[in-house]
């Protein structure tokens, strides 16, 4: 997928935001993430806009708080590469005991 953007995480963008805000998210994700693999880590929504040619600070603005609104616990500071960073992280172990 691109920029590291699994299948996974945007199926789950279209489950918490269902087939109008999902998809809209999931391709936040996608933009946020190709321009972040130019521009830094540290990229911040204003960098975004100039990047991304057809969109706005304003646009960046939106897609950021619609982003934050499906995936609230998060944080009130989080980016897509915070989603991506959850996702690939491997699932935890349970230890049985006795096994």
Known sequence: MVAGVSIEVLDLCVKRGGWRKGPLVAEFCAEWLLAERELGPDML???????????????????????????????????????????????????????
């Open 45 to 99: 929504p204003e960098a975004f806009g100039e990047w991304w040619k057809d969109r706005d600070v304003r646009t960046a603005y939106r897609r950021i708080a619609a982003f934050r609104e499906l995936f609230p616990e998060l944080g009130e500071q989080a980016y897509p590469r915070d989603l991506v960073a959850e996702a690939s992280r491997p699932p935890a172990t349970v230890k049985v005991a006795g096994a």
